[in-house]
């Protein structure tokens, strides 16, 4: 009796095993992760499938669904396949059909299919009952030799049927169509390449076993995908994931116009419109990305600005791709845009190599190129021979009934008599002429117009040829050299029907390294319009559009009035100065229109609560800045070291105590002097050269005070003389060129400034 039978009087809870939860969990779990590694996700090395395309290719030769016959539905396939050999769903076997069938998803598909089976754009196939299926030459390549005992055929899951364990013909399918697959603690993902380039690398390798990996990179340049694009790495980069089985390559889609008139067009994707115009056309896309997923990218983008030099995308495609990309203007760079593209989109994607595979005893390895091929021709070596014992086999069986057909001609009297009066003709027939008990049966089911004179010469040269031909055979069978010269013809042969120039054979896929990217930022894609930016003392920012008039009044929140206000463009980087000595950065195409008032700054940058906004500019590269704190410490500090990648800004002056950052003032080029005006009235002049230039520091001092601290300081050209504006309306100024009086070195005390300087203690 065993464990789970139990009698019908006996206690269900009998049954229970007592056993520790983990140690019963991980040995179930184990049990099933074995199961999902070698029996579900990872394919065989030798002939690159999973179990349900194995049996998806079986069950379509059983129902004789080969290039030469009609079609038949997919749903007879599919019910065939889980009734008999695959005890899953129906789902999942059919969608493992409809990859087989996909051109865009195998590069020599398997199966040939009538219907909707899927396209390129990410739509689904028909249901099954709706579409039609036969295999490929391709496949019935794959499965050459099924019939000709080279490999073991096991149970399947009922014991009901038999099904091959592996498929031996010579087509290499691991590498041609690749692979995919994630298990339990490992993934496998592996391109599809050139049939004609890894028959190469193979033939190269059987030529000489310790053939460099360089070599056979030399013959075997790496992934030819089902969509064509194009590998941007370099083949050093190349060779290392192959070396080693494991690597990644970026992949991008093509820009090409067949149409163009020039070459050079042509190449580069422009077709000319005429007046100047032109448009960018993109024939192919990377591997695994959706047409219409693509496209709804590139919209995307347009839509949220992130591609304002693009007008309009438009899918022109039938049997080939073609995605049109209208620019805004005529005057935009073609290449600024294609790289524009590959970074915003999918059309630069990063294919990861994994090439990890179950080997001839079904147990999982990541393996480089040069070991695969290995594995992979011992296999058909092993497949070779034992289609050459099984056809010795047969030859065997054939001359022994052949050489007792001969015996039977040369005493066919004797034969005819014994069988016409002897009660047991095929015991005395066994005797007399020393046949076996199968000659003694073939004879007597020999037909009568078989005892002709022509039969008994066909038999004699059938005889001849079998001789030489298992003479052969037992030569191939005891020499691995002539093995390996069969192997290598078989090689030849099949290369033929996948050559360079064939439409099938003929690489899809470049491999060209890329030229250095189009050096731009992101702020290329913002187009250019004036704007005018108000921020409030309350912190609330806005920008108008237009450079309109600085002194124009602007509706306020109540208790809210104008702090900053100025002209720049949408393209401009804002520069934000807290009193804390801590710089911000802000894009004035992020920032909110002037309908409203605005949005508190706060929610943009992350400035503490109890710190004011001392200055607003606009960031000019290259440029400098006069900055000073109210205690009379000051350096001069680079616009480019002041830029903010990040929410929390970037902390620039140093500030101890109660001290602040008083003064942000930027310093024209003409710029030689430098003047500062104290709490206590008074000023002094000094030569810039005095301030270093830092990128973040207290800085050095610039005037000394016994009470009180810096009110303001400016720049100016000494020649030009110092300028403060005047009290009262208006925008006039007053300019003081006899300054010799006030000139001294830095971090001099000064002296009460020439009269009519402002009693406010500031240049503005």
Not at 52 to 58: A, G, P, S, T, Y
Not at 62 to 86: C, M, W
Request: glycine share 8%.
């Amino acid at each position: 009796m065993s464990e789970t039978t139990l009698p019908d009087d006996s206690d269900p809870f009998d049954a229970i095993v007592d056993a520790p939860f983990d140690a019963a969990l991980s040995e179930r779990y184990l049990v099933y992760a074995l199961s999902t590694i070698t029996a579900r996700s990872l394919p065989d090395l030798r002939d690159g499938l999973k179990p349900v395309h194995r049996r998806l290719l079986w069950t379509m030769r059983q129902l004789k669904l080969d290039p030469a016959n009609t079609f038949k539905k997919s749903a007879r396939v599919v019910g065939e396949v889980i009734g008999k050999y695959h005890p899953h769903g129906d789902t999942a076997a059919y969608d493992a059909m409809v990859r087989l069938a996909q051109n865009f998803s195998l590069r020599y598909p398997l199966v040939e299919g009538q219907g909707n089976f899927g396209n390129i754009d990410g739509d689904n196939a028909a249901a099954y009952r709706y579409t039609e299926a036969r295999l490929t030459r391709t496949a019935m390549q794959l499965m050459d030799g099924l019939d000709a005992g080279t490999v073991d055929f096991i149970p399947t899951y009922n014991g009901e049927e038999q099904e091959p364990e592996l498929m031996p013909g010579l087509f290499p399918n691991l590498l041609a169509n690749g692979a995919s697959g994630i298990a339990v603690g490992m993934a496998t993902n592996i391109p599809s390449h050139n049939v004609a380039e890894i028959i190469d690398a193979t033939l190269e390798l059987i030529d000489n076993p310790h053939v460099e990996h360089e070599r056979l990179m030399e013959l075997f340049r790496g992934p030819d995908l089902p969509t064509g694009g194009q590998i941007i790495d370099s083949k050093d980069i190349i060779s290392e994931a192959y070396a080693t089985g494991r690597g990644s390559f970026r992949v991008r889609g093509v820009f090409e116009a067949p149409e163009a008139d020039k070459p050079e067009d042509k190449v580069a994707g422009i077709e000319r419109l005429g007046g100047g115009q032109w448009q960018l056309v993109i024939s192919e896309i990377p591997y695994q990305v959706a047409k219409g997923k693509l496209i709804e990218q590139i919209a995307q983008a347009i839509a949220d600005k992130k591609l304002p030099i693009l007008e309009d995308v438009r899918d022109e495609s039938d049997e080939t791709i073609r995605i049109v990309l209208v620019p805004k203007s005529r005057n935009v760079d073609p290449e600024l845009l294609k790289e524009s593209i590959f970074k915003l989109t999918d059309m630069e994607t990063r294919f990861g190599l994994n090439l990890n595979v179950l080997d001839a005893t079904r147990t999982p390895m990541v393996m480089g190129l040069k070991e695969l091929l290995q594995h992979w021709t011992a296999s058909q070596i092993e497949i070779l021979q034992r289609r050459t014992q099984h056809r010795l086999d047969q030859i065997a069986r054939r001359l022994e009934l052949v050489e007792g057909y001969i015996i039977a001609f040369l005493n066919l009297d004797r034969v005819i008599e014994i069988i016409r009066y002897e009660d047991e003709p095929k015991a005395v027939m066994i005797a007399e002429f020393s046949l076996t008990d199968r000659q003694a049966e073939a004879i007597l089911n020999m037909r009568l117009r078989s005892l002709r004179k022509l039969e008994e010469m066909e038999l004699n040269q059938e005889k001849t040829d079998l001789l030489a031909e298992q003479d052969d055979l037992e030569k191939l069978l005891g020499s691995p050299a002539r093995q390996r010269t069969r192997l290598k013809k078989d090689l030849r042969g099949l290369r033929k029907d996948y050559a360079e120039d064939t439409a099938i054979g003929a690489r899809r896929t470049r491999i060209e390294e890329a030229e250095p990217a189009v050096e731009f930022s992101m702020d290329a894609m913002i187009e250019k319009e004036p704007v005018t930016v108000i921020l409030s003392q309350k912190g609330w920012i806005r920008a108008a559009k237009g450079h309109v008039p600085l002194d124009q009044e602007f509706k306020y929140k109540e208790g809210d009035a104008l702090a900053h206000i100025l002209h720049a463009q949408t393209t401009d980087k804002l520069l934000i100065a807290a009193h804390n000595g801590r710089f911000y950065t802000l894009g004035c195409d992020k920032l909110p229109g002037a309908r409203g008032f605005g949005e508190p700054v706060r929610t943009m940058i992350d400035l503490e609560a109890d710190t004011a906004i001392a200055s607003m500019v606009v960031h000019k590269p290259g440029g400098k800045l006069l900055l000073a704190s109210s205690i009379g410490k000051g350096f001069v500090a680079e616009t480019n070291d002041l830029l903010a990648e990040t929410r929390k800004g970037r902390q620039v002056v140093n500030l101890k105590g109660d001290a602040k950052l008083q003064v942000i003032r930027e310093i024209p080029e003409e710029h030689d002097h430098v003047a500062c005006v104290g709490d206590n009235r008074k000023l002094i002049v000094f030569n810039l050269e005095e301030m270093p230039v830092m990128a973040r520091g207290q800085g050095v001092m610039l005037q000394r005070y016994r009470d009180g601290g810096l009110s303001d300081a400016t720049t100016f050209k000494l020649e030009d003389g110092l300028s403060w504006k005047m009290g009262g309306s208006g925008d006039r100024t007053r300019t003081e060129t006899d300054i010799w009086q006030w000139k001294v070195a830095r971090s001099a005390a000064g002296r009460l400034p020439p009269q009519g300087f402002p009693k406010n203690n500031t240049f503005d």
